[in-house]
């Protein structure tokens, strides 16, 4: 079946450090959606992702989907403690399928 | 406020209880989603239904048994759990269901059980 791997699984910035999580499909993915979940919340929809090659930017958060349509990452500028929280990727044909996560600490 | 309301927050239960996960979404949209989130594991999706109907069960065990009586509404029914099955249970809802392009899912805040 489809996976999606993302690395790292945790990741620890000094605040104004920059950060990136990349996570890669065993396939190829029609879409590719992150999302957002804070200590103790719920995940949170940030952006999607539809066209090879796309980059989109949201303030400091730059996303990019491949040009085979099976990886992608985001890349944070000069973290805040705000970012904390673990970033998910998620993707598929049918069904999204979500990555592992990668957890950011950032230290002030 | 996330236009998903999951019902309990926390729940307790005994491995031969029955009880119910409850989830309603005030969106319009017209799917839903159990997801179950385990301690260092993705997101597991369970269950996906579209415009009421069952769409996609993971392989899921038969001690969960979902219900989806409108296109607002998602129950969980739970029996004969067992401590494994402890997880934050996760209800989403999106535009779209079962295509290519789901939409961004919106997530409630989760029922977080507990399998004594």
């Known amino acids: 079946g489809q996976q999606v791997m993302q690395i790292p699984q945790y990741q620890h910035v000094q605040e104004g450090e920059d950060f990136t999580t990349y996570c890669n499909s065993s396939t190829t993915l029609s879409n590719i959606q992150w999302y957002k979940q804070r200590p103790g919340g719920h995940p949170v929809f940030l952006i999607q992702l539809v066209k090879s090659g796309e980059v989109k930017k949201q303030k400091r958060l730059t996303f990019q989907f491949g040009e085979a349509k099976k990886n992608s990452s985001l890349h944070i500028t000069a973290t805040q403690t705000t970012d904390v929280g673990t970033y998910f990727c998620a993707g598929g044909i049918r069904q999204l399928t979500f990555g592992s996560g990668t957890q950011l600490t950032v230290l002030p | 406020e996330t236009g998903v309301t999951q019902t309990p927050r926390h729940l307790v239960m005994g491995m031969t209880n029955k009880k119910s996960l409850k989830c309603e979404q005030h969106l319009g949209h017209n799917a839903m989603y159990w997801y179950k989130q385990s301690a260092k594991k993705p997101l597991e999706l369970m269950f996906v239904?579209?415009?009421?109907?069952?769409?996609e069960n993971n392989s899921v065990p038969s001690r969960f048994s979902p219900e989806c009586p409108n296109s607002s509404h998602l129950f969980l029914h739970l029996h004969t759990l067992q401590p494994e099955d402890s997880a934050l249970y996760l209800c989403a809802s999106s535009q779209y269901g079962g295509r290519p392009n789901t939409g961004e899912l919106f997530f409630g805040e989760g029922s977080r059980l507990t399998v004594l």
């Open positions: 239904y579209n415009f009421k109907e069952q769409t």
